[in-house]
């Protein structure tokens, strides 16, 4: 069987569960984005239906940690009210579809990295880029910019880790 033909099936299996499929795994789709929920959220509407993306390979400042604000403020300026083109990775846990987000010709997860408000995420930035957007990591972090002006930031799978009594 195909992945197209398994995407499908999928998306009919989430539809008979009441669950909304709005783009097919892969495939490109323009949506307008109508909320940002932090740095690497966004809530979206395609075609009269309402959904949440995250941001691939990237993650963003937690809320209760420093820069959270800034880097949602930042992702709000890039994107909010806007239609932007989204590239679907995959589903996550949480139904949300993870995609790569294009505005303007630019790839707004490689943004927030270059900006200071995102660390390329280790566990799953897997591609090719990936080892661009650690350059891009790497020039922001020398450079002070954004989250980078710490000098000691904790990544959010850290973070997260501590509030739950998780270690990576």
């Known amino acids: 069987m195909n992945n197209s033909l398994l995407t499908v099936m999928y998306c009919v299996f989430l539809l008979s569960v009441g669950v909304v499929c709005p783009v097919l795994a892969g495939e490109q789709s323009m949506v307008r984005v109508t909320r940002v929920i932090d740095g690497d959220s966004l809530a979206v509407e395609n075609k009269g239906r309402a959904y949440q993306i995250r941001l691939w390979g990237i993650d963003s400042p937690e809320w209760g940690q420093s820069f959270s604000s800034e880097a949602k403020a930042l992702c ?46 280790i566990r799953y930035c897997d591609e090719e880029i990936c080892a661009v957007w650690r350059q891009r990591e790497r020039e922001a972090r ?3 910019l954004g989250l980078w002006a ?16 998780k270690r990576w």
């Open 76 to 121: 709000r300026d890039l994107v909010e009210g806007r239609t932007i083109e989204i590239q679907e990775k995959y589903r996550d846990r949480f139904g949300r579809v993870v995609a790569l987000v294009k505005i303007d010709g630019r790839v707004v997860n490689e943004e927030m990295i270059r900006r200071g408000m995102a660390w390329v995420h």
């Open 142 to 144: 020398n450079r002070g």
């Open 150 to 165: 710490d000098p000691n930031p904790l990544a959010p799978w850290e973070y997260k880790g501590l509030k739950h009594g």
